[in-house]
C-alpha cells in the first residue's frame, strides 16, 4: 500500500462517498486518505456532491451557535435526527480535511468545559450503520459515541472526579488493594464486633484469650488475599507494571495492617481482661508473622507463605493448649470450655507476655524485614512460584 | 533499530520445555506470533512483558536487559501488555479500570484523565466509560482489556490472542487499531487465525514446539502457499505457506535428530 503508486479515481471516491465500497476497500481508502492531500480533495469534492454537504452544513452551522452561547431554538431542534447520527459519522471518514479539522474540533470545545442543555456532539439517536461510521460497533444499539469521538471530550465522570483527576480517596482504594476492598474487609469487622458481641452480648468468658490467638492471622490472611496469581484478578497485568513487585506488596501490606491493627486491638480493650495478656500484646507477633509472611512469599509464593506461617502460629498456639499433661487430647478437646480457655491463657501469656517474648518477637520483625530488603527483586517475579 | 531483542532463551515449565533456543530481533511495526496451540506463543509474550522469568537467556527491550530488575521499571512504564486471560475488579467500571492501570503504569495523575478517554474511545467504548466492567459482553472486555494496554500509549506492546471473543466486524476494526499503532510502536500479537496476521502485520514470527520455524511478512509466507499450490492444507495461500513453513521446520528438525 504505497502512498506514491496507487490513487483513488472518481468512481471509486463516489462509491466511497456513497456508502457502496466493500468494507476492506474503504478500509485501504481510508488509510491512504490519511497521507494523501489529493485524494482527500477528490473524496471531499464526492462527498460534495450527495446530500451529506448540506446536511454537514446545517450541522456546522448548529454547533457554532452552540458555541458562542447564542442557541436559537432551530438550531437546536431542526438539526435533522439523521444529522446527529449519521453525518458526524461520515464526516470523520468521507471529509478528513474539512470534518477532522473545523467542525468536531469546535464540538468537542463545546462539549468540553460548558454543559449543554443538548450536545449536539453526541448521537441523541442511534447512528444508522453507514461507510462512514467504522469506529468498533457496538451492538446494544443505544446511542453511540462514534460521532466525533476522536477529537476528545475532555474526560468527566462524577465517580472518579472532576476533570482534575482522579480523586484522592480512589487512589488510597486502589493503593490498598483487593483485600482491603473484598471479603477480608468484612471479615475483620465480623472478627471484632464479634468478639465484643460474645463477650458482653452472649456473655461467653475468655474472649480475650481467643482473640490474642486469632488476631495474628488476621492481617496474615489479608497479606494472603492481596497479592499473587491467586489473590488478585488483576495480577498478570499488575506484574508487567512498574508499579508490580516489592512496592505494590508492601503499599497493600500497610493498608491491611492499617485496617486491622487498630480495628482488633480497639475490640480487646473493650474485652474484660480475665487474666489474659493486654489487649496490644498482639501487636509485634502480629507485624512478624506478617513480615514472615511476606519474606517467605519470595520463596514460596504468597499462599504458601502465609499459610506456613499462619499455620505455624496455630500449632504454637493451640496444640499446647490441646495438649496438657494429662487425659487425652480427644477427651481434652471435648473438657468444658474453661479448662481450654485456662490453657490457652498460659500459653498464650508464654507467647506474648514480658519483655523477653516481645523482644524476640520484635527481633523476629526487624530479621524479616531485613531479608525482605535483601531479596526484594524476588518480589518482581511471584510467578511459578 | 531494533526495540525487542532476544538472544537464546530457554522457557522451562517444570519439565515441558516452553521455549528453546529463540532468537529474535523485532522493530517498529505489527508482528505477527503465529504457532499451533503450545508452541510457545504465550511463553514468549510472558517473558517480554517481564512477568515471566526465562530459565536461560537475555532478553532487550527498548535497549534496557530485562533480567536485571533494577533496569525492568523504566521499561515496564513503556510496556503494554493485554494477557490471554485477565481478570478485573467487579466494582470497577470501564474508565476507572483502565486509571487504575495507568495509575499502576505510574501516569502522572494529571494526564490519567485524558490518557483513559483516549484509551476507551480508541476502542470504541466511549458511550460506555461509566459502565460496570462486569456488565459488559465478551467481546467488550477484551477491549477494555485493549485499551487498559495502551493507555500509557506504550513503545512495546504485547496483545495475547487479543481478536479472541471479538465477532468479525470488530476484528476488522481492531486490525485498522493495529496498524495505527503500529506505526510507532512495536506491536506484537499473538493469534491462532492466520487470517489476522494476513491483514494487519508487517511481519510474522511461526513457532513451533519452542523454537522458530519460520520468520517472514505476510507477503512471503502467502508466496511460500502459493508455490505449493492448492493441494497444500489450507484455505487461501498465507494458510497453505502456514501449513508449508510448518511442515518445512518440522521436516527439517526430524532430519537434524
Not at chain 1, 488509510?31 to 485524494?39: A, M, P, S, V
Not at chain 1, 486469632?214 to 497479592?227: C, E, I, R
Not at chain 1, 480427644?330 to 480457655?341: F, N
Not at chain 2, 514446539?209 to 492448492?230: D, F, K, W
Request: charged share 20%; aromatic share 4%.
Amino acid at each position: 500500500m504505497n502512498a506514491s503508486s496507487w490513487h483513488t479515481d472518481d468512481t471509486l471516491a463516489a462509491r466511497y462517498a456513497d456508502g457502496t465500497l466493500p468494507d476492506s476497500d474503504a478500509w485501504s481508502l481510508e488509510k491512504h486518505l490519511e497521507q494523501c492531500g489529493t485524494c482527500a480533495t477528490r473524496v471531499s469534492r464526492a462527498v460534495a456532491r450527495t446530500g451529506t454537504a448540506t446536511v454537514l452544513a446545517e450541522v456546522r452551522e448548529a454547533v457554532l451557535a452552540e458555541a458562542r452561547g447564542a442557541v436559537p431554538a432551530k438550531a437546536r431542534g431542526a438539526v435533522p435526527a439523521k444529522a446527529r447520527g449519521a453525518v458526524p459519522a461520515k464526516a470523520r471518514g468521507a471529509v478528513p480535511a474539512k470534518a477532522r479539522g473545523a467542525v468536531p474540533a469546535k464540538a468537542a470545545e463545546v462539549a468540553g468545559p460548558a454543559p449543554l442543555p443538548t450536545p449536539v456532539a453526541r448521537p441523541a439517536v442511534p447512528a444508522p450503520r453507514t461507510h462512514g461510521a467504522r469506529l468498533w460497533s457496538s451492538r446494544t444499539g443505544g446511542p453511540r459515541a462514534s460521532a466525533p469521538a476522536r477529537p476528545l471530550r475532555p474526560f468527566r465522570s462524577a465517580r472518579t472526579g472532576g476533570p482534575g483527576g482522579t480523586s484522592a480517596l480512589a487512589r488510597v482504594l486502589w493503593a490498598a488493594g483487593p483485600a482491603v476492598r473484598g471479603a477480608w474487609l468484612v471479615a475483620v469487622v465480623v472478627v471484632a464486633v464479634g468478639a465484643v458481641g460474645l463477650a458482653y452480648g452472649a456473655g461467653v468468658g475468655g474472649v480475650r484469650p481467643l482473640l490474642l490467638a486469632v488476631a495474628p492471622l488476621v492481617p496474615v490472611a489479608g497479606v494472603a488475599l492481596s497479592y499473587g496469581r491467586h489473590a488478585d484478578p488483576l495480577y498478570e497485568i499488575v506484574a508487567s507494571t512498574p508499579s508490580g513487585g516489592l512496592r505494590l506488596v508492601l503499599t497493600r501490606t500497610a493498608a491491611v495492617l492499617g485496617v486491622s491493627l487498630p480495628l482488633l486491638t480497639l475490640a480487646g480493650l473493650l474485652l474484660p481482661a480475665s487474666g489474659a495478656p493486654g489487649a496490644a500484646a498482639w501487636l509485634l507477633p502480629g507485624l512478624a508473622l506478617t513480615l514472615a509472611s511476606l519474606a517467605l512469599a519470595g520463596y514460596l509464593g504468597p499462599r504458601a507463605a502465609t499459610a506456613v506461617t499462619g499455620g505455624g502460629w496455630l500449632v504454637a498456639v493451640l496444640v499446647p493448649a490441646l495438649a496438657g499433661p494429662g487425659a487425652a487430647p480427644l477427651a481434652r478437646l471435648a473438657a468444658p470450655g474453661d479448662t481450654l480457655v485456662v490453657r490457652l491463657t498460659e500459653q498464650l501469656s508464654r507467647c506474648l507476655d514480658g519483655p523477653l517474648a516481645q523482644g524476640a518477637w520484635a527481633a523476629a520483625a526487624v530479621l524479616c524485614a531485613a531479608l525482605l530488603a535483601v531479596r526484594r527483586s524476588a518480589y518482581d517475579r511471584l510467578d511459578r512460584r | 533499530m531494533s526495540t525487542i531483542r532476544v538472544t537464546g532463551l530457554h522457557v522451562r515449565h517444570r519439565r515441558t520445555v516452553a521455549l528453546d533456543t529463540v532468537d529474535l530481533a523485532l522493530g517498529r511495526g505489527v508482528h505477527g506470533l503465529l504457532g499451533p496451540n503450545g508452541a510457545g506463543k504465550t511463553s514468549l509474550i510472558r517473558v517480554l512483558s517481564t512477568v515471566a522469568r526465562p530459565s536461560a537467556g537475555r532478553v532487550e527491550i527498548l535497549g534496557e536487559d530485562v533480567g536485571d530488575p533494577r533496569r525492568c521499571g523504566p521499561v515496564r512504564a513503556r510496556l503494554g501488555y493485554l494477557p490471554q486471560e485477565f481478570g478485573y475488579y467487579p466494582g470497577f467500571t470501564v474508565s476507572e479500570f483502565v486509571a487504575y492501570v495507568a495509575w499502576l503504569k505510574e501516569l502522572p495523575a494529571a494526564d490519567t484523565p485524558a490518557a483513559v478517554a483516549r484509551a476507551v474511545a480508541r476502542v470504541g467504548l466511549a458511550d460506555r466509560a461509566d459502565a460496570k466492567v462486569r456488565t459488559l459482553s465478551g467481546g467488550m472486555i477484551r477491549r477494555v482489556g485493549i485499551a487498559q494496554a495502551i493507555v500509557n500509549d506504550p513503545d512495546v506492546l504485547l496483545l495475547d490472542e487479543p481478536t479472541a471473543g471479538l465477532d468479525p466486524e470488530q476484528r476488522v476494526e481492531f486490525r485498522a487499531l493495529l496498524r495505527e499503532l503500529g506505526a510507532t510502536a512495536t506491536v506484537i500479537v499473538s493469534t491462532h487465525l492466520v487470517e489476522d496476521v494476513a491483514a494487519a502485520c508487517t511481519e510474522v514470527t511461526l513457532l513451533d514446539a519452542g523454537r522458530v520455524a519460520y520468520r517472514g511478512t505476510p507477503a512471503s509466507l502467502s508466496a511460500l502457499g502459493e508455490r505449493t499450490g492448492p493441494d497444500g492444507m489450507g484455505d487461501n495461500p498465507i494458510e497453505r505457506g502456514y501449513s508449508a513453513a510448518l511442515r518445512a521446520h518440522r521436516t527439517g528438525a526430524e532430519a537434524l535428530r
